[in-house]
């Protein structure tokens, strides 16, 4: 896995052996800046989930940021795999249903915190964390401009009607998805979501 081999990577430079499991540390800062936050997250909250001292997790990750886009990463390739792998869906409503139903797993899971860390992250950062936003913001946008021409992909396989927007329809899936995520961080059960995405699925556009 990608998320391995640069940690394994950055141990190897350091020379001496860790006392601590990057990988495993790693994945607890992961649940720690998921249920918290990047800024309700603090050093001590982290070295402390994690097991090691600050200049441990200095030497092993960088500072706060860096360890944030770290665990962002290990997110992206662990939590959000179903978003990819929904692009190979034969149908436009195939997408959607892969990208719906995967998000309403990840987002009630018993194995994690609910909700989206992305959304969560993205909008409560404030003037000082603009950077983790800006990368929160950046990251969507790559996985929506590839949305974006598989949908177009779907009108030339005559699968969308024409006066569809791929762009537009592509926001549109992304404003039920983050709506899921603040829903399901502030206590919606999977009941209520799994109905959402019903709901969505019934008005999808069809040709």
Not at 22 to 41: H, I, P
């Amino acid at each position: 896995m990608k998320i391995n081999a640069l940690l394994a990577s950055t141990a190897a430079r350091r020379g001496r052996p860790r006392e601590f499991c990057t990988v495993e540390a790693l994945s607890t800062a992961l649940g720690v800046f998921w249920t918290k936050g990047y800024e309700g997250a603090s050093l001590a909250d982290l070295t402390a989930a994690m097991g090691i001292t600050k200049p441990s997790l200095y030497a092993a990750f960088g500072n706060k940021e860096a360890l944030f886009h770290k665990a962002l990463d290990l997110y992206e390739a662990e939590k959000l795999a179903y978003t990819r792998e929904a692009l190979a869906a034969p149908t436009a409503r195939g997408v959607a249903d892969h990208i719906l139903r995967g998000a309403l797993d990840a987002q009630t899971s018993s194995q994690g915190p609910t909700g989206c860390l992305g959304v969560m992250s993205a909008i409560t950062c404030g003037p000082e964390a603009d950077s983790i936003k800006a990368d929160v913001i950046q990251r969507r946008k790559s996985s929506q401009a590839a949305l974006v021409e598989r949908f177009r992909q779907a009108q030339r396989d005559g699968d969308l009607p024409d006066q569809i927007d791929p762009e537009g329809l592509t926001q549109y899936l992304y404003a039920i998805l983050q709506g899921m995520a603040v829903q399901a961080g502030s206590g919606a059960s999977r009941a209520d979501l799994a109905r959402v995405v019903e709901t969505s699925l019934t008005v999808w556009p069809t040709s």
